[in-house]
């Protein structure tokens, strides 16, 4: 048995396809590509499938994950050709590894996001001016009342006709992930200017101390 | 530009993929190499239709050919029509987003009564004309429709340009052939129709003059313009032969029925004088099991589902279920496909069956003996004993099922309080049986009593029949209510004036039109949908249409009297009904067609006896 872990792009009408749906979705391209998928044991079993960061809905993304496990050997190339046949339009499979790092390792990650609307730049810096960003998350445990402004790493910003495109970096995994549509909405209420959300894409994911996760 | 206007709002509404296509099986064509466009649209949301086989088939049959491309259509739920409405989003197609209004047909499916208003709708959406005469002589675009309900299309004979009766594989592409020379040697809407009506089929209301009888019956039905006479519906004979998809559209979401199908037979040997699709659907055909192997293995292999449905109306009457589940058997075990046979019947459901389906997932067992009592089996052919039904659930039982879900009309024809109070002694004596089960599994049976009422069908038995009204089907539910323990036996007693609705729709004739034009302009759509049906609605609209719902539902109609689809022809002949309403009445049985032909005419498509 062998892990892979696989890398893949979700853009475009994928964009639409929510987390859970993915997850089907996935099987059933990885039962189509007649790779040896191996599956669980016992009263109803099911394919070994695990996503380490789930990508919220409507949020593009050139570096999702999803680890395979499967019962013989296949070579990276033949995995990436098979799948690549098999899934639909806006799913790409780009790079299989073998899993270096833990789900638990993933701390955050990156985003390219552009919006239109008019003079947003200076809008922009005075949103991060702030001394704090209140904005309202949704747990189970209820609504909670965050502080955005530490959490946000704004690492370029950059107008373009009626655009901004901005790249950001914002905590993610399991010990705190912050929505990039959390910051827009916020943006949104205080530029009370209309401003559209063109993309929100998710570009890289990182370990602690800023390696990339692997 | 469309799509990227619907780009836009999708993050807006819930379930946003039931609304962007792109799915895995979608058919995308280049527009410019293509002829004819044909919308196939179902009233009813995304989830729904796209779990429905019919659909499934001819979207493939239709795409086969190069030059013609079937795309799909869904009704959106009410968040999505707001923000289509809000932004100008007309209805569009989800493979290549195009607005509806572009395409040269418009084809619905007529699965079910309550999805009228929402037809009407779903054209107002596409920004389409919704009355037929509206819509000028330009000769696209087309609305059409298939489908059971086209056994009595009458109510919609305003909005359709013409129906297609029967099995659309063969007939929907001689349709589409028709158009595409008349179209390009430059034809009129009403040329077109005129012409169609030529083909074995087709039905075009706008060619029929329906007069009517003082007392709002129909006096006569005339055919003009050298339409024929009577219309009959098309068959395909032979289903080993017939067009089959080795492929489906993939959703994403997950739909009510979310699994690959394949066909096992058409038609139905029973005769239960209350089913309509047992008798429209005739004559019984069945596919030969190495047809249906090959045919299930390669749907699974192609779409990656890992759930297979062997469908039809009753499953296990078969003659080859045994060697059909043998041959996909081995293959489900090894591929992790789950297989499952949601018709099957108590009498002929055999241990070795219990086991194989078993085999893969265990769930729970429904029957549906229909009537509490051998008497009211008896009248409406529900060819089941309480032995029989015994048998089957001590096989279950002692193979470990505990969930055991019991199907019952109330309102049928002869139906007394005694056959009432025995779907509650029925109930019991399984509740009994569970116990008396050696090697049951532990625990309590959950045995549960689910009753519709019935509905009088047309090209059934038991079209004559008036509808019992509701204040009686709520006395008989009382009583059934009062006479189950609930400590065993669940109950879900559900009554509305949506049965009434339906008896007035399936049976109905042309002046229906007005009242379904008047609910949908005053917001009725979705009405399957309980939350989106108000029975006021319906009920004002027959009165401003001056009708009387209980003249459609509970009059009880004279072997006389001609029936608003007395030039529609589908096949089983109106005596062999009438023979069988008096036998119902007479308490009298028929055989299974496989025991003994009861001579309902339909085998004269297939020229010779059906076995």
């Known amino acids: 048995m062998t892990d892979h872990r696989i890398v893949f792009e979700k853009t475009g009408r994928a964009r639409f396809i929510s987390h859970l749906d993915l997850n089907r979705c996935m099987v059933r391209a990885i039962r189509r590509s007649g790779l040896p998928a191996w599956y669980t044991e016992g009263f109803h079993p099911h394919m070994y499938l695990m996503f380490p960061l789930a990508l919220s809905l409507g949020t593009e993304s050139l570096c999702e994950v999803m680890d395979i496990r499967l019962t013989e050997e296949r070579s990276p190339s033949e995995i990436l050709s098979r799948l690549n046949a098999v899934l639909p339009e806006g799913l790409h499979a780009v790079e299989v590894r073998t899993p270096q790092d833990r789900t638990q390792d ?92 063109e993309k929100l894409l998710r570009t890289k994911i990182f370990c602690g101390n800023g390696r990339l996760f692997s | 530009m469309l799509k990227e206007k619907i780009g836009s709002v999708l993050l807006e509404v819930q379930r946003p993929s039931r609304y962007c296509g792109g799915e895995v099986g979608q058919v995308v064509k280049d527009k410019a190499k293509v002829d004819v466009r044909f919308a196939f649209c179902f009233p009813d949301i995304y989830d729904v239709g796209m779990s429905h086989l019919g659909m499934k088939i001819l979207y493939a049959r239709i795409n086969e050919r190069e030059n013609y491309w079937c795309e799909r259509v869904f009704a959106p739920w009410t968040d999505m029509e707001a923000v289509m409405r809000r932004e100008g989003i007309p209805l569009y197609a989800l493979e290549s987003l195009d607005p509806v209004k572009e395409f040269d047909f418009i084809g619905f499916t007529l699965q079910y009564e309550m999805s009228y208003t929402t037809i009407l709708h779903m054209l107002s959406l596409a920004q389409v004309p919704v009355l037929q005469r509206e819509r000028g002589e330009a000769i696209a675009p087309l609305v059409v429709a298939g489908g059971p309900c086209c056994c009595d299309p009458e109510p919609l004979a305003d909005f359709f340009d013409l129906f297609i009766l029967g099995e659309g594989e063969d007939v929907d592409l001689e349709l589409m052939d028709l158009y595409h020379t008349m179209r390009d040697a430059g034809a009129t809407r009403s040329a077109f129709l005129r012409k169609a009506a030529e083909i074995p089929g087709i039905y075009v209301p706008s060619l029929y003059d329906v007069a009517y009888h003082a007392d709002g019956t129909v006096q006569s039905i005339t055919p003009k313009d050298g339409a024929p006479a009577v219309i009959t ?299 989106q049906f108000r029975a006021e609605r319906w009920y004002d609209a027959f009165a401003k249409a001056g009708l009387d719902p209980a003249f459609y539902a509970n009059r009880i109609r004279p072997y006389e009297e001609t029936e608003p689809w007395a030039h529609l022809n589908y096949m089983v002949s109106r005596s062999f009904l009438i023979r069988e309403n008096r ?25 010779g006896s059906c076995f």
Not at chain 1, 143 to 165: K, M, N, S, W, Y
Not at chain 1, 166 to 178: D, H
Not at chain 2, 395 to 407: D, E, R
Not at chain 2, 588 to 594: H, I, L, M
Request: proline residues 5%.
């Open chain 2, 583 to 607: 036998k119902a009445h007479a308490g009298e049985t028929t055989p299974s067609c496989r025991q003994q032909c009861a001579g309902c005419g339909a085998n004269q498509c297939l020229g």
């Open chain 1, 106 to 197: 993933i701390e955050a990650a990156e985003y390219r996001v552009t919006l239109t609307g008019e003079a947003l730049l200076p809008l922009w810096e005075q949103f991060l001016a702030q001394p704090e960003i209140l904005a309202e998350k949704r747990t189970k445990k209820g609504v909670q009342t965050i502080d955005l402004r530490p959490l946000i790493e704004a690492e370029e910003a950059q107008a373009e006709g009626d655009h901004l495109i901005l790249a950001l970096r914002l905590p993610a995994g399991n010990a705190g992930n912050i929505n990039v549509s959390m910051v827009t909405d916020a943006f949104s209420e205080f530029a009370e200017t209309p401003i559209y959300v």
């Open chain 2, 233 to 531: 519906k098309r068959v395909m004979p032979d289903l080993d032969k017939a067009y089959y998809p080795d492929h489906v559209v993939v959703p994403y979401l997950e739909i009510v029925h979310d699994r690959v199908s394949v066909e096992v037979l058409r038609g139905c040997i029973r005769g239960c004088r209350f089913c309509q699709a047992g008798f429209i659907y005739r004559p019984f055909r069945e596919k030969s099991p190495e047809v249906v192997c090959r045919q299930g293995k390669a749907l699974c292999d192609n779409t990656g589902y890992d759930e297979l449905s062997l469908s039809s109306l009753s499953t296990s009457d078969h003659s080859g279920i045994e060697e059909i589940l043998d041959g996909l058997l081995a293959y489900s075990e090894q591929g992790h496909v789950h297989l499952s046979l949601p018709s099957l019947r108590v009498d002929n459901f055999s241990e070795s069956v219990l086991k194989k389906i078993s085999a893969v997932r265990k769930s729970g067992l429904t029957f549906a003996p229909e009537a509490g009592t051998q008497r009211l089996r008896d009248v409406i052919n529900k060819n089941v004993t309480e032995e029989e039904i015994m048998r089957t659930c001590s096989i279950a039982f002692a193979a470990g099922y505990t969930q055991v879900k019991l199907y019952f009309m109330l309102g049928l024809p002869t139906e007394t309080d005694e056959d009432v109070l025995g779907i509650a002694a029925l109930a019991q004596k399984v509740v009994d049986l569970f116990y008396a089960t050696p090697g049951r599994a532990k625990g309590r049976p959950q045995v549960t009593i689910s009753t519709a009422t019935f509905v009088p069908k047309p090209f059934t038995p038991f079209a004559f029949e008036p509808q019992v009204e509701k204040a009686e089907i709520l006395r008989r539910q009382q009583l059934l209510k009062k006479a189950v323990d609930p400590k065993y036996i669940k109950t879900s007693l559900h009554v509305s004036d949506v049965s009434l609705v339906e008896a007035v729709l399936a049976r109905g004739d042309r002046r229906l039109g007005a009242v379904l034009y008047e609910v949908w302009k005053n917001g009725g759509w979705l009405e399957s949908w309980e939350e």
